[in-house]
């Protein structure tokens, strides 16, 4: 999976405000819906039952939220940065501001686990996130996204 192929640029959003962990979902939701044709109440209500069952704050400031979706061809990501980081439960109790979230067709299988799996290694790297948190337009956050991606090729 190239994260090139998941992440539009359009899809990147980096003067989020959100004062909690649902009002970020609900910003994510509304970029997912009107950058892959969906409804933004169904895509928030995915990804609320998601963050129900356990956190997806992965600590560092980061959180991988995701669902599985119908109307989706194939998976797609949405990246947001959070000017005021927020309570996200995180695994290390720290607030989040970065957040890469992954949407998954309804049915797909195997590739939805290698493409959070890829996402996660990738925002583990400090200075990535780093490099992330000072960028300022989507276009850099792309190509530091998609360059980093390159330079460690997936396992799968």
Do not use: C, Y
Not at 24 to 45: N, P, T
Not at 63 to 70: G, I, M, Q, T, Y
Not at 88 to 95: A, G, H, K, L, R
Not at 99 to 113: D, I, Q, R, V, Y
């Amino acid at each position: 999976m190239n994260i090139g192929e998941l992440l539009d640029r359009s899809a990147i959003s980096l003067r989020v405000s959100a004062a909690t962990k649902r009002k970020a979902l609900a910003v994510i939701a509304e970029i997912a819906a009107r950058s892959f044709h969906l409804d933004a109440g169904v895509v928030l209500e995915a990804l609320a039952e998601r963050e129900a069952a356990g956190s997806t704050g992965v600590g560092h400031g980061v959180a991988v939220p995701h669902a599985r979706l119908e109307g989706l061809e194939r998976m797609r990501g949405v990246f947001v940065r959070i000017e005021h980081p927020v309570d996200f439960d995180s695994v290390d109790d720290q607030p989040v501001d970065l957040m890469f979230a992954l949407f998954a067709p309804k049915n797909a299988g195997a590739e939805h686990l290698r493409a959070l799996a890829r996402v996660s290694r990738l925002l583990r790297q400090g200075e990535l996130r780093q490099q992330l948190r000072k960028a300022q337009t989507a276009d850099v956050v792309h190509a530091l996204l998609v360059q980093e991606a390159s330079a460690r090729p997936s396992a799968a």
